[in-house]
């Protein structure tokens, strides 16, 4: 039998709230305590608790052979403890049916993997840690933040002793190769790679309730359909979204809770397919044959690249700013300080600040709560000089060398353009 692979992205950042330039050296609470959880508790009611409870009915319908996974971030677990404990609870009873894969990741959602291999490999401890503490599982599968995937990524999650990792099918990459195939690192054969077909995914991710799409209204049996119509050779289908597909970006009026309910049926019933974990895909398939990717790719855009998030001044600026507090951060004893360094990190706030306005920017406005890219970096950038000055105390710093430079606004005007009214 043929294998599809359901992998599900859990995630919610810390979102900073409105941080003015005079707040610095006044303020160290930097996150918007009422929007998180006005955000989680909607997110909770619209998507987390009634598609939990839809996957426990169809495994328990399917007697184990419906399975999932997911990858949930330890900031989003933090939320849970914080506001919504009934949707911890049924993650756990969803582990507790043995067909649910829980994944390894970076705790703070971060991009650590791309300048600090020190610190991403602390994250990925505190994440799996956090894991086996509310779900009994210590991950064997890792993915990245985003997706985020080149060879000297796949070396470090190598070395850290994982055998199997999930990443993106990019075409630019994959070239005339398929994805719905096992591949393994190029360098290290026995990581295995499992790619994500993205046409398919982002069928359901994205495309699921556009009228102008050809094919909506999307039904079960028609997916089931496609999914059954790949090449007879083709082994695996992985399909890896957001889990907030289900409810929040796509509304429980467009028909995606009944789509979902009745997939099972028509894979299960009326495919060549058996559902799969990651783990057990690796176990139960060989690679076809080494891949060897040297730019970095992720999930995003039309590009499948790191623009996203590192594609403007602005954020490679905010990037940099915040790892070159790396060193001191960590020879300081502040457990506030420590947690708001892994917070800082979250993919969002860059991803705040893109600037693309072509065929992705809808995409990124949908995600901002802020009213531009830029008006997330002024407040980024305000919320890292207060950080650098409470690391700097710290660290012993005396105070003339903490000094806040004064014309901080003028240096952040260079990126901005003159209708940006600066707080």
């Known amino acids: 039998m043929k294998k599809l692979c359901f992998y599900f992205q859990v995630h919610q950042p810390f979102r900073l709230k409105d941080y003015r330039f005079f707040d610095i050296s006044c303020d160290d609470d930097y996150f918007d305590k009422k929007l998180n959880h006005e955000i989680m ?8 608790l009634p598609m939990n409870q839809l996957l ?19 900031i989003c677990i933090e939320q849970f403890e914080l506001y919504a404990q009934d949707v911890l609870d049924s993650f756990k009873r969803l582990a507790d049916t043995g067909c649910v894969e829980f994944i390894a990741e970076t705790y703070g959602h971060s991009l650590s993997a791309l300048k600090s291999p020190e610190e991403f490999k602390a994250q990925v401890a505190k994440q799996t840690a956090k894991v086996k503490e509310h779900f ?3 991950p064997t599968t890792f993915r990245n933040t985003e997706l985020i995937y080149n060879n000297q990524i796949g070396s470090l999650v190598h070395e850290m002793g994982y055998k199997t990792m999930i990443t993106e099918g990019a075409d630019h990459i994959m070239d005339w190769r398929s994805p719905n195939f096992i591949y393994s690192h190029c360098q290290h054969p026995d990581l295995k790679l499992l790619l994500k077909n993205y046409k398919l995914s982002d069928d359901i991710a994205f495309r699921f309730s556009e009228r102008s799409w050809e094919s909506w209204p999307l039904h079960a049996e028609t997916f089931g ?20 597909t289900f409810g ?12 979902m309910r009745e997939l099972p049926n028509q894979i299960i019933n009326h495919s060549q397919f058996d559902f799969v974990t990651p783990s057990e895909a690796a176990a139960q398939l060989n690679p076809v044959s080494e891949i060897d990717i040297h730019n970095t790719i992720s999930w995003a855009d039309a590009e499948r690249d790191l623009t996203a998030w590192l594609g403007n001044p602005i954020q490679d600026d905010a990037f940099d700013s915040l790892y070159e507090l790396e060193e001191l951060v960590k020879n300081v004893d502040d457990k506030k300080i420590k947690d708001d360094w892994v917070k800082l990190q979250t993919s969002d706030h860059f991803y705040y600040m893109c600037t693309k306005f072509w065929s992705d920017g809808d995409v ?22 207060d950080f650098e000055e409470r690391v700097k105390k710290a660290a012993g710093y005396t105070p003339e060398e903490i000094k806040i430079d004064q014309g901080i606004i003028e240096n952040f005007k260079k990126y901005l353009p003159y209708s940006v009214d600066l707080k």
């Open 41 to 48: 508790r909607k997110v909770a009611d619209k998507c987390y």
């Open 56 to 74: 426990l009915e169809q495994i328990q319908a399917h007697n184990g052979n419906f399975k999932v996974s997911f990858s949930i971030s330890g």
């Open 136 to 138: 009994g599982q210590i």
């Open 225 to 244: 359909q496609w999914v059954n119509s790949t090449a007879w050779n083709q082994e695996i289908i992985n399909l890896f979204m957001d889990y907030e």
């Open 248 to 259: 929040e970006h796509q509304w429980a009026e467009s028909g995606i809770f009944e789509f």
């Open 364 to 385: 990124h406005k949908y995600f901002s709560h802020y009213d531009s890219p830029y008006a997330a970096f002024i407040n980024y950038m305000n919320v890292l000089t």
